[in-house]
């Protein structure tokens, strides 16, 4: 199985096309799923993918509008329908919670509710090996974009364990905590370390204008998300729209440094959509728009590894 598995529930914008459906994003890292805002039908990509009911579940969404929430009610009403008994954990802008969640409505499962403001933060999800970095970037008041970050593996040069006699069990604790006592000796990690490989990181912009705040956020990201409602020509008509064009979505890619571009949140009146990768194109190569079903799995090696895949698990 690959190290992160991002999948694409909806990849429309306000009013969407049929084949789009509208935002939702799904990432499967360290046998949990972390899901990018929640449109509408959000809950049928869920159980079409085939990502069962009772995993360790993150919800992040990234501003208040309905088109990135109102599928959130549905959504744990399915799980809860479905036999769910985990926990979820669900982070989203300050002041968004009553319109969300309101607390007058329960599950058969506990459900987290966290509100977060400031500039930035970061979100450690220990149990699923990873740390959600947050930024606030310009479209609503509180509206954030969104980097997961996996911890990286290290490999160990074995040559050097067996000539010390390091056990087994002893590699595994000198690799989390940095030393291990063998015999009368401390045992350093650091001498033992063959390569380390970075771990995957996957950025998604939700809904902004162009913005240095999010090419810090994305900066060497392996998979860039980025809103593309309208082609430039579009929103320089609609320079009031607060939203961004493929050839921003490039230049953020190009100038964080990213490995591959995804372009997201395409506008309804786009049918064809190949005339927004085109213009992304002239300036990021790398880049794919996103189409509902399609998944990208990327291996934690060096160099990276991606694959994709698409359609759903399940039959529509």
Known sequence: ????????????????????????ILVRVGGCIVVFDMGEGCQESFMKFGLGFNRPLYVFLTHGHGDHVLGVQ???????????????HIFAPLGTRDYVLPPRVGYGYPVYYTEIAGERGVVPLSECGVHVFYRRVPHTLFSYAYSLVTRGKVKLD????????????????MLDEGVV?????????????????????????????????LASLARESDVLIHEATLLEKD????????????LAAAKTALLSRSKLLVLFHIGSRYADSSPLRDEAARVFPRVVVAEKGMSIFVRESCPRVFMFGYGFKRPF
């Open 235 to 246: 929103w320089e008509r609609h320079a009031e729209t607060p939203h961004s064009s493929p």
């Open 1 to 24: 199985m690959p190290d992160v598995e991002v999948m694409f529930g909806g990849v429309g914008a306000t009013q969407p096309r049929y084949e789009r459906g509208l935002p939702c």
């Open 74 to 88: 549905p959504f744990l009403q399915s799980l809860e329908l479905n036999g769910r008994e985990r926990s979820v």
């Open 158 to 173: 074995s040559e050097k364990l067996e000539r010390d006699g390091i056990p087994g069990f002893a590699r595994k604790r």
């Open 181 to 213: 006592v063998v015999g009368d000796r401390e045992r350093l990690l650091d001498v033992y370390v063959k390569a380390r490989i970075p771990g995957v990181k996957v950025t998604y912009s939700g809904d902004t204008l162009p913005s240095p705040s």
